[in-house]
Structure formats: structure tokens, C-alpha cells
């Protein structure tokens, strides 16, 4: 399967809905009038795109109205959503290798942040590279067995403490590892922490710091896990991570389980904060590197409508 297939397979909810009520409203309203303008602004912002970039796919539908006779107000959302997403997003993917690369997952609890450590641990495995996980999540029931079945279907390497030990010590202990084995990227899985915790937010801090104990750089991406089905709240969550961490990249899961697909968008527009994979499925290959351009156009699909 093509990676825009897997775009297009991933945000049908999404698209499936803009597609109806665009169609409905220009159908109903071919001249565009105020009403059904304001009528197709909330049908994005239904989808959760933000309202900044809601109000410019209407300002420029409005003014190709004035001009023209036919407007394509896919084509229009397509491209205002590929150049905001690709401003945002200047820097997709990962570093190339510094051996060890090390990758920080953080995120709320039931965001899909072990499977996306375990996808992402694959997508990196399949390009050639070498990949250690780290189960820093020694406070949820079975959290560490979770990553050990995850690290045998992966071909990955776990290293892991007892339930309950101090995480900080595992991810000191894990990157200590990687070091001596020369891995490309160790991936450290931690637990999930609500955004309003803050002993669990300097809980994160203090890893930072065992991390810098043994790679002063480390860690060199700090990835937070959202999950789409979510909505807005996602985009509260990503606040406060970033205000405390400092979110270098996003990883939105869940998207192919949603109709507010577009949040995407927002939160990327408005945390300037590049989106760098997407989860699109259940399948360990669903975990796919973002693209604005194949986002934008399955979003808004390859259907076109006139008015």
C-alpha cells in the first residue's frame, strides 16, 4: 500500500464528514452568500482544524467567490492547510543517528505511547538502523511485560528495572547501554502523566537530567504522543508538555478512529511545533513519518465541488 493510500485509509472519518457537509452546502447555496459561509466555517471547525485556519479557508473561498463563478473549496483547503502544515513542519522525521540517538515518549496516560514506541522502534529498524527501547514506565501493572512482548516482535533489545524502581535509574542504566552496544537510537517509554501532575512533570525533568549524565545532549528528541480522538483537549495537553518539557516533535495516534482529524492542524499552527508521525492504524507499519501534502489531500480527498 502506498504511504497516500495509508493517508487516505487513516483520515476517512474525517474526510468522509467534510466531504458530505461541503457538498450539502454548496449544493444548497451555489452563489456562497454570508450564511453559508459562516455554515462552512463551523463544518471545519467541527473537525477541531483551529480557528485561525478555518477563518482563512473561508476568507480565501469568499474572495475567489467575488471573482469567479466556480469556486473549488476542496482545492482551497487543501492548499491552505499544505502551506500552514509545511511551514510548521520544516523539520520532519528523525535526526540522522548520533550514536545513540536517544528519543524521549511523553504523554498522557491511554494515548497509544508504548505502541508508538514499539512502531516507531520498527519504522526505525526497517531503514537499517539499531534500536534499544527502555521501559521507563515502572508504574503501571504490566507496563514492562507490554514493552518486552513489543521488543521480541520488534527485534529490539528492552532494557527494564523492577516495577516500581526509579525510572530516572532505568533510563540512566539504558542509555549507558546504548552507548557501549554504538546503537543508533534508544527509545525511552515513560509512564503516563497527566498534564496537570506536577510531581509526575518533575519526574520527567529529573530523567532529562539522568539522561545527561551520560550524553550531555540527550535527550535529543522529546516526543509527545497525543491522541486524536481527543480532540481540543489534545491540544491542552500539548501546552503544558511543551511549557514544562520542551516538545521537540509530535506523534497524533488514533487519527484513522476519529472525525476530528484536524487537529493536526491546530495544534501544529499554534505550538509551532513540527508533527512527525502520524498513527494511522493498529498495525506495527501504521506509524507513518507526517507529510503535509498527503495530509491536506486526504483530508480533503481528491473530490472536487463547485459552486
Not at 30 to 47: G, M, Q, R
Not at 194 to 209: A, D, G, I, S, Y
Request: charged share 25%; proline share 3%; glycine share 8%.
Amino acid at each position: 500500500m502506498g504511504l497516500f493510500q495509508k493517508f487516505k485509509d487513516g483520515l476517512k472519518k474525517t474526510s468522509a464528514k467534510l466531504a458530505t457537509e461541503i457538498k450539502r452546502i454548496v449544493t444548497r447555496a451555489p452563489k456562497l452568500d454570508e450564511e453559508s459561509l459562516e455554515e462552512l466555517e463551523a463544518v471545519l471547525i467541527a473537525t477541531d482544524i483551529g480557528i485561525a485556519t478555518a477563518s482563512q479557508i473561508i476568507a480565501q473561498t469568499k474572495a475567489a467567490a467575488e471573482q469567479q463563478r466556480s469556486v473549488d473549496v476542496f482545492a482551497i483547503a487543501r492548499s491552505e492547510i499544505e502551506r500552514a502544515l509545511t511551514v510548521e513542519t520544516a523539520t520532519p522525521g528523525l535526526p540522522a543517528p548520533a550514536r545513540p540517538t536517544v528519543i524521549l515518549m511523553a504523554g498522557v496516560n491511554g494515548t497509544g505511547k508504548t505502541t508508538s514506541t514499539a512502531k516507531l522502534a520498527h519504522l526505525l529498524k526497517s531503514q537499517g538502523h539499531t534500536v534499544l527501547l527502555a521501559a521507563c514506565d515502572t508504574f503501571r501493572a504490566a507496563a514492562i511485560e507490554q514493552l518486552k512482548i513489543w521488543g521480541q516482535r520488534t527485534g529490539c533489545d528492552v532494557i527494564a528495572g523492577q516495577y516500581g524502581s526509579d525510572s530516572a535509574a532505568v533510563a540512566f542504566d539504558a542509555l549507558s547501554a546504548a552507548v557501549n552496544r554504538k546503537v543508533d537510537y534508544l527509545i525511552v517509554d515513560t509512564a503516563g502523566r497527566l498534564h496537570t501532575k506536577k510531581n509526575l512533570m518533575e519526574e520527567m525533568k529529573k530523567m532529562h537530567r539522568s539522561l545527561q549524565k551520560v550524553v550531555p545532549t540527550a535527550p535529543h528528541e522529546t516526543l509527545l504522543v497525543l491522541d486524536a480522538t481527543t480532540g481540543s483537549n489534545a491540544l491542552v495537553q500539548a501546552r503544558e508538555f511543551h511549557r514544562t518539557l520542551g516538545v521537540t516533535g509530535l506523534i497524533v495516534t488514533k487519527l484513522d478512529g476519529t472525525a476530528k482529524g484536524g487537529i493536526v492542524v491546530a495544534i501544529a499552527r499554534e505550538l509551532k511545533l513540527p508533527v512527525k508521525f502520524i498513527g494511522l492504524g493498529e498495525q506495527l507499519d501504521d506509524l507513518q513519518p507526517f507529510d503535509p501534502k498527503n495530509y491536506a489531500d486526504a483530508l480533503f480527498g481528491e473530490t472536487t465541488a463547485e459552486s
